[in-house]
């Protein structure tokens, strides 16, 4: 490594950043006996000590990875927009882990056996999902091609909005059907579960 680089060499909290006597702890770090250790998960960085300073040592600080905002990990429930539908799984764009969005692009697929807990063989991914719908899914691994696995196989999970054909958003009326409130217009989808009913 260069002089001046910095380093980003990704870590997680207790992680050991290096010696105190070497160092001293920036913003996400802190020294127990004598060792700095990184409180916060994200990237390592060392800043070089200004050039008036007495004491020579760096400091070393952990930065950037909250300002990623959300990461969807195994077992996170999001929020995502169908993007694409097709015959064995559908795409989608995770908008938000939990509460907190994201600010980076996440791709999801949904595999038709994912799509619910029942009659896996009888999943018709058309009258399941349709492109801009609004669905809540529970991350189940990061699958290939950078899309994450994810699941509407519980009652709670499955489309929570979606637009109608007369561009009026979607009133839930069973576990499979929402009715457009303007024309009456029922279209087939896996509905999540709403509120407490």
Known sequence: MKEGEEETEFVTPGEVLGKFSDMKPGKGAY???NTVYASLSGFRRIISPPTDSSDSRPTV???GHKAHGAVPAPGSIVTARVTKVMPRMASADIMCVGPK?????????????DVR??????VDMHLSFRPGDIVKAL?????????YHLS??????GVVSAESTAGAVMIPISWTEMQCPLTGQIQQRKVAKVGGS
Do not use: H, P, Y
């Open 152 to 157: 509407t196989a519980k009652n709670e999970l």
């Open 31 to 33: 020294v127990a006996n």
């Open 61 to 63: 600080e952990v930065t």
């Open 139 to 147: 991350v189940l691994s990061l699958g290939d091609a950078r899309a």
């Open 117 to 122: 807990a029942t009659e896996i063989d009888k």
């Open 101 to 113: 969005s994201v600010k980076e692009k996440f791709s999801g697929v949904i595999r038709q056996q």
